[in-house]
């Protein structure tokens, strides 16, 4: 497998932020298939003959723990979205980065409820 991690952003702990006035345009959404196009039209294909199934091990909104919003119901359309770009694109699997932790965690971290992502 050819496997590569993908956040669309870095979070304000990295110095910087996407607000969720951003979460739904096609700048945010699309870079999925941007990030795509580099790693595995630009990267896989090139490199290996064989080309092997594609998995993304590692994804959520933003890196370095998430936006403030990430746990919110707004993330649900990136989440939605990305999985669906993906699916299209024939990625054989999708890991989202982390079950409880962050903003970005699938379950809350204090009581482990699902968030709506998950």
Request: charged content about 20%; hydrophobic content about 35%.
């Amino acid at each position: 497998m050819f496997s590569y991690h993908h956040y669309p952003t870095a979070s304000i702990r990295c110095g910087m932020y996407s607000p969720p006035d951003t979460a739904l345009s096609e700048e945010f959404l699309g870079r999925t298939d941007r990030e795509y196009m580099f790693y595995v039209t630009g990267i896989r294909d090139h490199a290996l003959p064989n080309r092997p199934p594609v998995w993304i091990t590692e994804t959520a909104d933003a890196a370095c723990g998430g936006n403030p919003w990430a746990s919110s119901f707004l993330d649900t359309f990136r989440y939605l979205d990305q999985l669906g770009r993906l699916a299209k694109r024939g990625v054989a699997v999708v890991f989202h980065n982390t079950l409880a932790s962050s903003e970005y965690g699938l379950l809350d971290q204090r009581d482990f409820s699902p968030r709506p992502n998950y």
